[in-house]
């Protein structure tokens, strides 16, 4: 059974910086694609961006710019490096790992933005 484990949320203040890591139970070299998502109170849960096993990324348009998603094979552990944060970022940020046709996820890191 997969397991994945989110850190480094916390709360800061708007124009600040965090960094998220997921550490997964096993390699991650396994997976098709580990993703972050977030989700707001009371908004539905949204994907934040996307890297492939090919090292290839993708991000919301909202966090062009801001947000940079990183891997560490050796590790086993993916990164969400977050800068220039927002009131409207804060959410519970959650890691998403697909192998096949199985997702798994982890149980969130919450992040507060405010002032």
């Known amino acids: 059974q997969v397991q994945l484990k989110e850190s480094g949320g916390g709360s800061v203040q708007p124009g600040g910086t965090l960094r998220l890591s997921c550490v997964a139970s096993?390699?991650?070299?396994?997976?098709?694609?580990m993703a972050w998502y977030r989700q707001a109170p009371g908004k539905e849960r949204e994907l934040v961006a996307i890297?492939?096993?090919?090292?290839?990324?993708y991000y919301a348009n909202s966090m062009k710019g801001r947000f940079t998603i990183s891997r560490d094979n050796a590790k086993n552990t993916v990164y969400l490096q977050m800068s220039n944060l927002k009131p409207e970022d804060t959410a519970v940020y959650y890691c998403?790992?697909?192998?096949?046709?199985?997702?798994?996820w982890g149980q969130g890191t919450q992040v507060t933005v405010s002032s």
């Open positions: 998403n790992a697909v192998r096949s046709t199985n997702a798994y």
């Open positions: 096993g390699s991650i070299s396994s997976f098709n694609t």
């Open positions: 890297i492939r096993s090919t090292g290839s990324t």
